[in-house]
């Protein structure tokens, strides 16, 4: 790397280091929190998760990470501050 420069993996926890905060609540399955819990508990000090909040954090982004190289050209989705429907999605007809 050259010297003043710093690796995109630096900028990344510093962004993220730095970042606003909100409060989010989600329902998931207790059988898969359970297995994150367990996975974050084994790995976590090897992974670098310094808390439960910032392994949940780097699992959302790498899920929009995928999503965004999938689904959307590798383009980044745009920002979306408003609230999302609740409740479940009624099916297509």
Do not use: C
């Amino acid at each position: 790397m050259l010297p003043g420069r710093r690796n995109e993996a630096a900028a990344k926890k510093e962004e993220l280091k730095d970042a606003e905060t909100a409060a989010m609540t989600v329902n998931i399955p207790t059988a898969i929190r359970n297995r994150a819990k367990a996975a974050y508990k084994a790995a976590s000090y090897v992974a670098g998760d310094n808390m439960w909040a910032h392994f949940v954090v780097k699992a959302i982004e790498a899920e929009t990470l995928r999503r965004k190289a999938e689904h959307n050209q590798g383009e980044m989705y745009p920002a979306w501050g408003e609230k999302l429907p609740g409740g479940r999605r009624l099916k297509d007809s």
